[in-house]
Protein backbone atom coordinates (compact mmCIF):
# COMPACT_ATOMS: atom_id res chain seq x y z
CA UNK A 1 0.00 0.00 0.00
CA UNK A 2 1.19 3.13 -0.92
CA UNK A 3 0.51 6.57 1.33
CA UNK A 4 -0.88 9.16 -0.92
CA UNK A 5 -0.50 11.73 2.07
CA UNK A 6 2.91 10.69 2.84
CA UNK A 7 3.97 11.08 -1.25
CA UNK A 8 2.12 14.59 -1.40
CA UNK A 9 4.29 15.58 1.94
CA UNK A 10 7.71 14.39 0.20
CA UNK A 11 6.76 16.28 -3.24
CA UNK A 12 7.94 20.02 -4.29
CA UNK A 13 4.93 22.31 -5.14
CA UNK A 14 5.17 22.08 -9.16
CA UNK A 15 2.82 24.28 -11.70
CA UNK A 16 0.04 21.58 -10.98
CA UNK A 17 -0.67 22.07 -7.51
CA UNK A 18 -0.41 26.13 -7.97
CA UNK A 19 -3.30 25.60 -10.84
CA UNK A 20 -5.11 23.97 -8.41
CA UNK A 21 -5.02 26.32 -5.60
CA UNK A 22 -5.87 29.17 -8.02
CA UNK A 23 -9.04 27.35 -8.89
CA UNK A 24 -10.07 27.22 -5.60
CA UNK A 25 -8.85 30.65 -4.53
CA UNK A 26 -11.10 32.28 -7.76
CA UNK A 27 -13.78 30.28 -5.90
CA UNK A 28 -12.83 31.96 -2.68
CA UNK A 29 -13.20 35.26 -4.89
CA UNK A 30 -16.38 34.75 -6.59
CA UNK A 31 -17.70 33.59 -3.02
CA UNK A 32 -15.87 37.08 -1.80
CA UNK A 33 -17.39 39.25 -3.73
CA UNK A 34 -21.25 37.97 -3.26
CA UNK A 35 -20.85 37.43 0.57
CA UNK A 36 -19.79 41.20 0.86
CA UNK A 37 -22.45 42.52 -1.83
CA UNK A 38 -25.52 42.83 0.08
CA UNK A 39 -23.20 45.38 2.21
CA UNK A 40 -21.97 47.16 -0.59
CA UNK A 41 -25.56 47.75 -1.88
CA UNK A 42 -27.07 48.29 1.33
CA UNK A 43 -26.62 51.89 1.50
CA UNK A 44 -28.32 52.80 -1.85
CA UNK A 45 -31.06 50.41 -1.40
CA UNK A 46 -31.90 51.61 2.26
CA UNK A 47 -32.30 55.08 0.25
CA UNK A 48 -33.98 53.80 -2.46
CA UNK A 49 -36.68 51.52 -0.80
CA UNK A 50 -36.77 54.19 2.33
CA UNK A 51 -35.83 51.55 4.81
CA UNK A 52 -35.16 52.26 8.25
CA UNK A 53 -31.83 51.06 9.34
CA UNK A 54 -33.08 48.20 11.15
CA UNK A 55 -34.47 46.99 8.63
CA UNK A 56 -32.14 46.02 6.69
CA UNK A 57 -30.27 43.72 9.16
CA UNK A 58 -32.42 40.77 8.55
CA UNK A 59 -31.45 41.19 5.05
CA UNK A 60 -27.39 41.24 5.50
CA UNK A 61 -28.02 38.22 7.79
CA UNK A 62 -29.83 35.75 5.04
CA UNK A 63 -26.85 34.61 3.26
CA UNK A 64 -24.86 34.05 5.99
CA UNK A 65 -27.86 32.34 7.67
CA UNK A 66 -28.04 30.15 4.35
CA UNK A 67 -24.34 29.73 4.59
CA UNK A 68 -24.65 28.32 7.96
CA UNK A 69 -26.85 25.92 6.45
CA UNK A 70 -25.14 25.19 3.55
CA UNK A 71 -21.69 24.35 5.41
CA UNK A 72 -23.64 22.15 7.54
CA UNK A 73 -25.62 19.97 5.60
CA UNK A 74 -23.70 20.46 1.89
CA UNK A 75 -20.49 21.19 2.10
CA UNK A 76 -20.22 17.38 4.34
CA UNK A 77 -21.10 15.58 1.03
CA UNK A 78 -17.77 16.37 -0.37
CA UNK A 79 -16.53 13.94 2.16
CA UNK A 80 -18.66 11.39 0.41
CA UNK A 81 -19.51 12.83 -3.35
CA UNK A 82 -15.77 14.26 -4.11
CA UNK A 83 -14.96 17.96 -3.19
CA UNK A 84 -15.24 18.39 -7.00
CA UNK A 85 -18.49 17.87 -7.49
CA UNK A 86 -19.98 20.01 -4.12
CA UNK A 87 -17.63 23.13 -6.05
CA UNK A 88 -19.30 22.78 -9.00
CA UNK A 89 -23.09 22.21 -7.46
CA UNK A 90 -22.51 25.56 -5.17
CA UNK A 91 -21.46 27.94 -7.66
CA UNK A 92 -23.89 26.99 -9.86
CA UNK A 93 -26.16 28.00 -6.94
CA UNK A 94 -24.37 31.06 -6.17
CA UNK A 95 -24.50 32.56 -9.81
CA UNK A 96 -28.55 31.73 -10.20
CA UNK A 97 -29.71 33.11 -7.14
CA UNK A 98 -27.40 36.26 -7.35
CA UNK A 99 -28.41 37.04 -10.63
CA UNK A 100 -31.94 36.26 -9.59
CA UNK A 101 -31.28 38.87 -6.88
CA UNK A 102 -31.00 41.61 -9.14
CA UNK A 103 -34.83 41.31 -9.62
CA UNK A 104 -36.01 41.44 -6.43
CA UNK A 105 -38.82 43.66 -5.60
CA UNK A 106 -38.85 43.89 -1.52
CA UNK A 107 -37.19 43.02 1.58
CA UNK A 108 -39.00 39.06 1.19
CA UNK A 109 -37.85 38.47 -1.72
CA UNK A 110 -34.46 39.81 -0.82
CA UNK A 111 -33.98 37.50 1.79
CA UNK A 112 -35.13 34.36 0.50
CA UNK A 113 -32.45 35.07 -2.68
CA UNK A 114 -29.72 35.88 -0.32
CA UNK A 115 -30.33 32.75 1.94
CA UNK A 116 -30.16 30.37 -1.29
CA UNK A 117 -27.06 32.31 -2.59
CA UNK A 118 -25.54 32.04 0.83
CA UNK A 119 -26.42 27.84 0.53
CA UNK A 120 -24.34 27.91 -2.80
CA UNK A 121 -21.37 30.20 -0.48
CA UNK A 122 -21.74 27.40 2.27
CA UNK A 123 -21.39 24.13 -0.07
CA UNK A 124 -18.21 25.93 -1.69
CA UNK A 125 -15.95 27.08 0.68
CA UNK A 126 -15.45 24.49 2.75
CA UNK A 127 -14.97 22.05 -0.28
CA UNK A 128 -12.62 24.46 -1.92
CA UNK A 129 -10.40 24.67 2.00
CA UNK A 130 -10.34 20.78 1.42
CA UNK A 131 -9.10 20.20 -1.86
CA UNK A 132 -6.37 23.37 -1.43
CA UNK A 133 -5.15 21.27 1.87
CA UNK A 134 -4.91 17.73 0.12
CA UNK A 135 -2.73 18.43 -2.56
CA UNK A 136 -0.29 20.89 -0.91
CA UNK A 137 2.25 19.05 1.27
CA UNK A 138 2.51 19.73 5.54
CA UNK A 139 4.77 21.84 5.87
CA UNK A 140 3.41 24.44 3.83
CA UNK A 141 -0.41 23.63 4.44
CA UNK A 142 -1.08 26.62 6.54
CA UNK A 143 0.49 28.66 3.72
CA UNK A 144 -1.52 27.83 0.77
CA UNK A 145 -4.29 27.00 2.66
CA UNK A 146 -4.38 30.60 4.15
CA UNK A 147 -3.70 32.53 1.17
CA UNK A 148 -6.41 30.68 -1.02
CA UNK A 149 -8.86 31.24 1.74
CA UNK A 150 -7.33 34.62 1.78
CA UNK A 151 -9.52 35.26 -2.11
CA UNK A 152 -12.58 35.69 0.32
CA UNK A 153 -11.87 38.92 1.08
CA UNK A 154 -10.11 39.75 -1.79
CA UNK A 155 -13.52 39.58 -3.92
CA UNK A 156 -14.80 41.80 -0.68
CA UNK A 157 -12.06 43.80 -1.84
CA UNK A 158 -13.12 43.65 -5.41
CA UNK A 159 -16.58 44.42 -4.86
CA UNK A 160 -15.57 47.29 -2.99
CA UNK A 161 -14.14 49.12 -5.40
CA UNK A 162 -16.50 47.98 -8.36
CA UNK A 163 -19.91 48.24 -6.77
CA UNK A 164 -19.80 52.22 -6.64
CA UNK A 165 -19.28 52.75 -10.18
CA UNK A 166 -21.59 49.92 -10.99
CA UNK A 167 -24.40 51.38 -9.29
CA UNK A 168 -23.94 54.89 -9.99
CA UNK A 169 -24.07 53.91 -13.82
CA UNK A 170 -26.75 51.01 -13.83
CA UNK A 171 -28.32 50.75 -10.26
CA UNK A 172 -27.56 48.41 -7.20
CA UNK A 173 -29.03 45.14 -9.41
CA UNK A 174 -25.76 45.65 -11.66
CA UNK A 175 -23.89 44.22 -8.81
CA UNK A 176 -25.49 41.24 -8.20
CA UNK A 177 -25.70 40.27 -11.67
CA UNK A 178 -21.73 40.91 -11.70
CA UNK A 179 -21.66 38.37 -8.65
CA UNK A 180 -23.64 35.94 -10.28
CA UNK A 181 -21.57 36.21 -13.99
CA UNK A 182 -18.81 34.99 -12.41
CA UNK A 183 -19.26 31.94 -10.51
CA UNK A 184 -21.39 30.32 -13.71
CA UNK A 185 -18.76 31.01 -16.30
CA UNK A 186 -15.81 30.20 -13.44
CA UNK A 187 -18.03 26.74 -12.71
CA UNK A 188 -17.41 25.58 -16.37
CA UNK A 189 -14.18 26.16 -16.40
CA UNK A 190 -13.47 24.15 -13.39
CA UNK A 191 -15.79 21.48 -14.97
CA UNK A 192 -12.57 21.11 -17.35
CA UNK A 193 -9.82 21.72 -15.37
CA UNK A 194 -9.81 20.98 -11.57
CA UNK A 195 -9.24 17.42 -10.54
CA UNK A 196 -10.67 15.92 -7.75
CA UNK A 197 -9.12 15.33 -4.89
CA UNK A 198 -5.92 12.70 -5.19
CA UNK A 199 -6.34 12.09 -1.15
CA UNK A 200 -10.25 11.41 -1.46
CA UNK A 201 -10.10 9.56 -4.37
CA UNK A 202 -7.75 6.89 -2.67
CA UNK A 203 -9.77 7.06 0.44
CA UNK A 204 -12.41 5.42 -2.03
CA UNK A 205 -12.35 1.93 -3.76
CA UNK A 206 -11.23 1.40 -7.98
CA UNK A 207 -9.55 4.32 -8.01
CA UNK A 208 -6.00 3.36 -7.81
CA UNK A 209 -5.43 3.92 -12.28
CA UNK A 210 -6.84 7.58 -11.15
CA UNK A 211 -4.54 7.99 -8.69
CA UNK A 212 -1.35 7.18 -9.82
CA UNK A 213 -2.04 9.24 -12.83
CA UNK A 214 -2.59 12.59 -10.66
CA UNK A 215 0.54 11.73 -8.84
CA UNK A 216 2.32 11.53 -11.83
CA UNK A 217 1.51 15.08 -12.27
CA UNK A 218 2.29 16.25 -8.71
CA UNK A 219 5.62 15.19 -8.68
CA UNK A 220 6.71 14.20 -12.81
CA UNK A 221 9.79 12.58 -10.89
CA UNK A 222 7.56 9.78 -9.26
CA UNK A 223 6.71 6.59 -11.09
CA UNK A 224 4.35 4.25 -9.29
CA UNK A 225 5.08 0.42 -9.44
CA UNK A 226 2.49 -1.19 -11.83
CA UNK A 227 -0.75 -2.32 -10.24
CA UNK A 228 -0.01 -0.15 -7.24
CA UNK A 229 -2.47 0.14 -4.55
CA UNK A 230 -3.12 3.13 -2.67
CA UNK A 231 -4.55 4.26 0.68
CA UNK A 232 -4.89 7.93 2.02
CA UNK A 233 -3.27 8.20 4.94
CA UNK A 234 -5.19 4.89 7.00
CA UNK A 235 -8.55 6.93 6.12
CA UNK A 236 -11.48 4.58 5.57
CA UNK A 237 -14.95 4.64 5.94
CA UNK A 238 -17.69 7.01 5.64
CA UNK A 239 -17.93 10.43 7.53
CA UNK A 240 -20.11 11.65 10.18
CA UNK A 241 -20.60 14.64 12.09
CA UNK A 242 -20.35 11.83 15.63
CA UNK A 243 -17.10 10.96 14.66
CA UNK A 244 -15.50 14.73 15.08
CA UNK A 245 -16.05 14.39 18.79
CA UNK A 246 -14.31 10.27 18.56
CA UNK A 247 -10.48 9.73 19.21
CA UNK A 248 -10.06 12.20 21.93
CA UNK A 249 -11.39 15.05 19.18
CA UNK A 250 -14.36 16.05 21.17
CA UNK A 251 -12.52 19.57 23.16
CA UNK A 252 -11.12 20.40 19.98
CA UNK A 253 -13.72 20.48 18.15
CA UNK A 254 -15.67 22.05 20.64
CA UNK A 255 -13.59 25.27 20.85
CA UNK A 256 -13.08 25.40 17.53
CA UNK A 257 -16.95 26.06 17.16
CA UNK A 258 -16.84 28.16 19.69
CA UNK A 259 -13.63 30.09 18.14
CA UNK A 260 -15.23 30.41 14.86
CA UNK A 261 -18.49 31.85 16.67
CA UNK A 262 -16.98 34.96 18.20
CA UNK A 263 -14.04 35.21 15.53
CA UNK A 264 -16.97 35.75 12.61
CA UNK A 265 -18.95 37.38 14.72
CA UNK A 266 -16.74 40.30 15.09
CA UNK A 267 -15.80 40.29 11.36
CA UNK A 268 -19.45 40.20 10.16
CA UNK A 269 -20.26 42.57 12.33
CA UNK A 270 -17.57 45.37 10.92
CA UNK A 271 -17.65 43.93 7.66
CA UNK A 272 -21.69 44.55 7.04
CA UNK A 273 -22.28 47.94 8.76
CA UNK A 274 -18.91 49.61 7.71
CA UNK A 275 -20.27 51.22 5.30
CA UNK A 276 -23.43 52.48 6.65
CA UNK A 277 -21.31 53.64 9.49
CA UNK A 278 -19.49 56.27 7.35
CA UNK A 279 -22.04 56.97 5.44
CA UNK A 280 -23.81 58.31 8.33
CA UNK A 281 -21.36 60.35 9.33
CA UNK A 282 -21.15 62.23 6.35
CA UNK A 283 -18.75 60.53 4.01
CA UNK A 284 -19.62 60.41 0.57
CA UNK A 285 -21.12 57.07 -0.98
CA UNK A 286 -18.87 55.57 -2.64
CA UNK A 287 -15.94 56.79 0.24
CA UNK A 288 -18.01 54.92 2.57
CA UNK A 289 -18.72 51.54 0.49
CA UNK A 290 -14.69 51.68 0.14
CA UNK A 291 -13.97 51.57 3.65
CA UNK A 292 -15.15 47.84 3.65
CA UNK A 293 -12.42 47.29 0.67
CA UNK A 294 -9.78 48.44 2.97
CA UNK A 295 -10.54 46.17 6.08
CA UNK A 296 -10.60 43.09 3.68
CA UNK A 297 -7.07 44.41 2.10
CA UNK A 298 -5.75 44.26 5.75
CA UNK A 299 -7.29 41.04 6.12
CA UNK A 300 -5.56 39.47 2.77
CA UNK A 301 -2.32 41.06 4.46
CA UNK A 302 -2.85 39.44 7.78
CA UNK A 303 -3.31 36.21 6.45
CA UNK A 304 -1.00 35.73 4.15
CA UNK A 305 1.81 36.85 7.39
CA UNK A 306 -0.38 34.38 9.64
CA UNK A 307 -0.21 31.54 7.43
CA UNK A 308 3.49 31.90 7.03
CA UNK A 309 4.16 32.94 11.04
CA UNK A 310 2.18 29.43 11.63
CA UNK A 311 4.00 27.44 9.49
CA UNK A 312 7.50 28.14 11.27
CA UNK A 313 6.42 28.52 14.71
CA UNK A 314 3.21 26.84 14.88
CA UNK A 315 -0.81 27.74 15.11
CA UNK A 316 -1.26 28.20 18.66
CA UNK A 317 1.75 30.46 19.04
CA UNK A 318 0.44 32.56 16.43
CA UNK A 319 -3.62 32.82 16.61
CA UNK A 320 -3.61 33.93 20.46
CA UNK A 321 -1.43 37.50 20.29
CA UNK A 322 -3.17 37.54 16.81
CA UNK A 323 -7.18 37.58 18.45
CA UNK A 324 -5.54 40.13 20.81
CA UNK A 325 -4.20 42.30 18.62
CA UNK A 326 -8.17 42.27 16.79
CA UNK A 327 -9.34 43.29 19.90
CA UNK A 328 -7.18 46.25 20.14
CA UNK A 329 -7.74 47.62 16.38
CA UNK A 330 -11.37 47.25 16.52
CA UNK A 331 -11.70 49.29 19.34
CA UNK A 332 -9.10 51.46 17.60
CA UNK A 333 -11.82 51.86 14.74
CA UNK A 334 -14.45 53.88 17.18
CA UNK A 335 -11.79 55.91 18.70
CA UNK A 336 -9.85 56.71 15.20
CA UNK A 337 -13.74 58.14 14.11
CA UNK A 338 -14.81 60.04 17.42
CA UNK A 339 -11.35 62.12 17.33
CA UNK A 340 -10.45 63.50 13.46
CA UNK A 341 -11.72 64.07 10.54
CA UNK A 342 -9.04 62.77 9.03
CA UNK A 343 -10.11 60.07 5.90
CA UNK A 344 -6.34 58.93 5.99
CA UNK A 345 -6.25 58.03 9.45
CA UNK A 346 -9.61 56.89 9.61
CA UNK A 347 -8.98 53.87 6.59
CA UNK A 348 -5.58 53.14 7.60
CA UNK A 349 -6.93 52.33 11.44
CA UNK A 350 -9.44 50.28 9.43
CA UNK A 351 -7.07 48.60 7.47
CA UNK A 352 -5.22 47.28 10.63
CA UNK A 353 -8.22 46.56 12.22
CA UNK A 354 -8.56 44.12 9.03
CA UNK A 355 -5.08 42.71 9.39
CA UNK A 356 -6.34 41.48 13.20
CA UNK A 357 -9.55 40.57 13.13
CA UNK A 358 -9.87 38.85 9.43
CA UNK A 359 -6.12 37.40 9.30
CA UNK A 360 -6.82 35.66 12.47
CA UNK A 361 -9.92 34.01 10.97
CA UNK A 362 -7.87 33.16 7.96
CA UNK A 363 -5.11 31.61 9.84
CA UNK A 364 -8.36 29.65 12.26
CA UNK A 365 -9.10 27.80 8.72
CA UNK A 366 -5.79 26.93 7.99
CA UNK A 367 -5.97 25.42 11.19
CA UNK A 368 -9.17 23.84 11.10
CA UNK A 369 -8.20 22.33 7.69
CA UNK A 370 -5.33 20.68 9.45
CA UNK A 371 -6.94 19.17 12.69
CA UNK A 372 -9.11 16.44 11.18
CA UNK A 373 -8.06 13.33 8.96
CA UNK A 374 -8.80 13.06 5.22
CA UNK A 375 -11.84 11.66 5.18
CA UNK A 376 -13.16 13.98 8.33
CA UNK A 377 -11.45 17.26 6.40
CA UNK A 378 -15.15 18.47 5.23
CA UNK A 379 -16.91 17.37 7.60
CA UNK A 380 -14.89 18.98 10.37
CA UNK A 381 -14.41 22.46 8.08
CA UNK A 382 -18.18 22.41 6.93
CA UNK A 383 -19.27 22.21 10.60
CA UNK A 384 -17.12 24.61 12.24
CA UNK A 385 -17.38 27.09 9.67
CA UNK A 386 -21.51 26.78 10.10
CA UNK A 387 -21.51 26.80 13.39
CA UNK A 388 -19.67 30.02 13.45
CA UNK A 389 -21.60 31.25 10.79
CA UNK A 390 -24.31 31.99 13.86
CA UNK A 391 -21.96 34.25 15.34
CA UNK A 392 -22.36 35.75 11.57
CA UNK A 393 -26.22 35.68 11.38
CA UNK A 394 -26.68 37.27 14.49
CA UNK A 395 -23.96 40.14 13.76
CA UNK A 396 -25.43 42.19 11.46
CA UNK A 397 -28.99 42.17 13.31
CA UNK A 398 -27.05 42.79 16.24
CA UNK A 399 -25.22 45.71 14.56
CA UNK A 400 -28.38 47.09 13.30
CA UNK A 401 -30.08 47.93 16.77
CA UNK A 402 -26.85 48.96 18.22
CA UNK A 403 -26.74 51.82 15.75
CA UNK A 404 -30.43 52.64 15.75
CA UNK A 405 -29.96 52.88 19.95
CA UNK A 406 -27.86 56.14 18.96
CA UNK A 407 -24.37 54.84 20.92
CA UNK A 408 -21.01 56.06 20.32
CA UNK A 409 -18.57 55.23 17.88
CA UNK A 410 -16.32 54.71 20.11
CA UNK A 411 -18.57 52.01 22.51
CA UNK A 412 -19.85 50.63 19.65
CA UNK A 413 -16.51 49.55 18.77
CA UNK A 414 -15.36 48.59 21.89
CA UNK A 415 -18.27 46.43 22.45
CA UNK A 416 -17.45 44.92 18.56
CA UNK A 417 -13.62 44.29 20.56
CA UNK A 418 -15.39 41.93 22.95
CA UNK A 419 -15.77 38.67 20.55
CA UNK A 420 -11.99 38.51 19.93
CA UNK A 421 -11.07 38.70 23.38
CA UNK A 422 -13.08 35.11 24.15
CA UNK A 423 -11.54 34.09 20.66
CA UNK A 424 -7.87 34.69 21.98
CA UNK A 425 -9.11 32.70 25.36
CA UNK A 426 -10.58 29.97 23.11
CA UNK A 427 -7.72 29.45 21.53
CA UNK A 428 -5.26 28.89 23.98
CA UNK A 429 -7.62 25.88 25.81
CA UNK A 430 -7.43 24.61 21.77
CA UNK A 431 -3.66 24.41 22.70
CA UNK A 432 -3.56 22.62 25.58
CA UNK A 433 -6.70 20.66 23.86
CA UNK A 434 -4.36 19.82 21.13
CA UNK A 435 -1.33 18.64 23.48
CA UNK A 436 -3.33 16.29 24.71
CA UNK A 437 -4.47 14.87 21.59
CA UNK A 438 -1.11 14.68 20.73
CA UNK A 439 -0.29 12.66 23.49
CA UNK A 440 -2.77 10.10 22.81
CA UNK A 441 -1.68 6.60 21.43
CA UNK A 442 -1.44 6.73 17.16
CA UNK A 443 -3.67 3.67 16.02
CA UNK A 444 -1.86 1.16 13.57
CA UNK A 445 -2.82 1.52 9.73
CA UNK A 446 -1.89 -0.67 6.77
CA UNK A 447 2.11 -0.63 6.17
CA UNK A 448 3.02 1.28 3.56
CA UNK A 449 5.37 1.02 1.19
CA UNK A 450 8.64 2.38 1.57
CA UNK A 451 9.01 6.13 -0.15
Keep these: MIDVSARIDAAPVGAF?????????????????????????????????????????????????GMMIGMIVLAPLGDRLGRRTLLLAGLGIVGIAAIATGF????????????????????????????????VPAPRRAFFVTMMYSAVPLGAVVGGWVAGPLI??????????????????????????????????????GNDAKVAAILTKVDPAYAPPPGARFIAGGSTGKASARQLFTEGRALLTIMLWIVF?????GMYMLASWLPTVFAGIGWEMADAIRTVSWFWLGGIIGG??????????????????GFIVAA????????????????IIVLTVVLIAGFGVVGAQLAMTALAADLYPTMLRSTGIGWGLGVGRMGAVIS??????????????????????????????????MARAARTHAARPVPAIVPQESL
Design 17 to 65: QWRIVMLCALVALFDGFDIQAMALVAPTLRTDWGLDVTALGPVLSASLA
Design 396 to 429: PIAGGYALAAGWTQSFTFAAAAVPPLVCALGTFI
Design 168 to 205: AAFGWPAVFFAGGAGPLLLGGFIAMALPESVRFLASQP
Design 261 to 265: FFSLF
Design 304 to 321: LAAGALIDRYGAYRVLVP
Design 104 to 135: ATGLTSLMILRFITGLGIGACLPNATSLTSEY
Design 328 to 343: ACTAAIGLAVDSTDNG
